[in-house]
């Protein structure tokens, strides 16, 4: 198989060293050691320096403790250059962090951002997420509390004790083809013009490629087949990966399901040359760090889509 560049926000550069979780006496030591480095999110943002290009904000010395003293908890990301990374959420806390940048949806600042922070960003905000979601037991309702450097929230009913672990919900992306064309939609909450690849969340006892199918038939009527893997991406908006593929569809005829699209439309590689996309905003592809996009890039045959640094 071809040598493929990762995807934005995929943590290849990050060591989760996950073994050191168990040891707690470790990630106290680690947290207050001078190297350590705290991620702050506030409500699901990040923390942003603006003006100029956009550089995620990673506190370190006096400002690290003085957050990390804020948070309730840390969270043990892992080792990123040899420095310990711990995600600490300061929603509704009175910290300091505010003067150093801004909070933002990292969504609009990831494609700016070096590679390697964005990763640290998108899986620090995907941590917090969970926490800020299981503070309850979902078995017996009692409190929850923090065990495994945050990896994991105990029940604390003696007769539960239930251990809950962070939520990844898979979601399958697909680019449909058949012979010189491809099938491209507009969700109903897409910025208007943009098309692109359909997508859905895997539901429990399917496969990959059972998902893939039942997606297509319910937004377009069409049956798939020959579903392949192409790459995957983490997306924890809030707490998804992106699973993506490339299938083949049995026959150009389609039916849009206008509860799931606002409309869908074969395109053939001649439209989706840019010389022929209409220039009036009303057909434009998704951004070029998506998977949906790559997906798009890989079957026009060109290089692979996102460009990938750091
Ligand atoms: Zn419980």
Sequence with gaps: MQQRSRNPYSSAEIDRSSLERD???RMIELASSGEARFVPIDSE??????????????????????????????IFLG?????PYFAVDVTGKDTPVSTLGDFVDLRQVGALLFAKEGSILAYARGMTYWHRRHKFCGVCGSITTVAKGGHVRRCTNESCKTEHFPRTDPAVI???????????????QFPRGMHSTLAGFV????????AVAREVYEEV???VKNVTY???????FPASVMIGFHAEAESLDYEVNLDELAEARWMSRDDLKPENMPKDGSFFMP???SIARRLIEEWLGHEAGPSISG
């Design 174 to 188: 697909m680019l449909v083809h058949h012979g010189d064309k491809c099938l491209l939609g507009r969700g109903k």
């Design 79 to 83: 080792y990123v250059d040899g420095a």
């Design 230 to 236: 192409r790459s995957s991406q983490p997306w924890p």
């Design 23 to 25: 040891n707690e006496e």
């Design 45 to 74: 943002k990040n923390l942003v320096k603006s003006g100029g290009m956009p550089e995620a904000v990673f506190l370190q010395g006096m400002m690290g403790r003085a957050v990390a003293g804020a948070a309730d908890h840390h």
């Design 287 to 289: 951004r070029r760090d």
């Design 203 to 210: 539901e429990p006892g399917e496969s990959f490629e059972d």
């Design 221 to 223: 009527k069409v049956r």
